[in-house]
């Protein structure tokens, strides 16, 4: 069984250092810092001049205000279920059932959905509409992921709290201190698959090679911009879109990395 266990490690080390290194080959050579601050020239799809910070723009304002609005909606449910619902409420394993559900489902029905609920309002594709498709994508992984560690925090905890003539309210404060690893896990992976998420936003925030300044504006975002170049007959853009690829992944590892510190930090003050 160790050495099932060592090789497992191996296994997925292997996977994640070859899809890397794959990229990273690739992509930087062709990276400069044209391609990073600047916008799509003329024909940039067919082979012309400029960059992609279209893209780069695009991808941050959706995943930032995604993140903001999700952690917003996810951190009052989960206070509601551990503080405000009793043990074993089953009004509280059906929400969690349905969380569950939602976690699974697979972001190209999100766009569809949202979709959907515009053209029904007569909306078209805009930053707000990649916001709101990529906020409903990742509610269910705050939720979860808070939820099942807010599960484990001692009871003998809260009553005390309790015993000290702490409202519910008051009670929230020990939680959060509790489950501070957890939003930050949660965070990193939502912002993790938010910003590699490529179906939900094809659909609702559209695409420009412009970087929009109004939430009204469609926007375009990295993934989007891979898959757009790697349709172009042209070698060269194909070439690009790994270099591209490579920016999405570095912020991707950046972000892993910082999450990584933020939640030993945060560890520091769960009481186990």
Do not use: C, H
């Not at 029904?120 to 930053?127: I, P, W």
């Not at 916001?131 to 003998?156: H, Q, Y």
Request: charged residues 10%; positive net charge; proline residues 4%.
């Amino acid at each position: 069984m160790k050495g099932l266990m060592y090789a497992s490690i191996a296994l997925v080390v292997y996977f994640v250092a070859s899809v890397v290194l794959s990229v990273f080959k690739r992509g930087i050579p062709l990276l400069s810092w044209e391609m990073v601050s600047s916008l799509p020239g003329g024909g940039f799809y067919m082979g012309g001049g400029g960059g992609f910070l279209n893209a780069i723009v695009g991808s941050l304002y959706i995943v930032g205000g995604a993140t903001i609005l999700g952690l917003v909606i996810s951190i009052p449910v989960v206070f509601y279920l551990n503080v405000y619902l009793k043990a074993g409420s089953r009004f509280g394993s059906i929400a969690r059932l349905a969380y569950d559900v939602l976690f699974g489902i697979p972001s190209i029905v999100y766009g569809a959905f949202g979709f959907t609920i515009m053209i029904y309002f007569g909306l078209r594709a805009s930053l707000l509409g990649g916001m709101i498709v990529v906020t409903l994508l990742i509610i269910p992984i705050f939720i979860r992921s808070m939820d099942e560690v807010a599960k484990t925090i001692p009871t003998e905890l809260l009553e005390a709290g309790y015993s000290l003539g702490s409202t519910r309210w008051e009670t929230i404060g020990i939680i959060v201190r509790q489950i501070a690893p957890a939003i930050a896990t949660a965070t990193l992976l939502s912002i993790g698959r938010a910003i590699g998420d490529a179906a939900g936003v094809m659909f609702t925030a559209g695409f420009s090679d412009r970087i929009p300044t109004s939430l009204t504006q469609q926007t375009a975002t990295l993934p989007l911009s891979v898959y757009f170049q790697l349709q172009s007959p042209s070698l060269e853009v194909q070439n690009r879109a790994y270099a591209a690829a490579v920016v999405l992944t570095f912020i991707v590892l950046t972000l892993s990395i910082g999450g990584r510190i933020i939640m030993n930090r945060f560890s520091r003050n769960k009481i186990q």
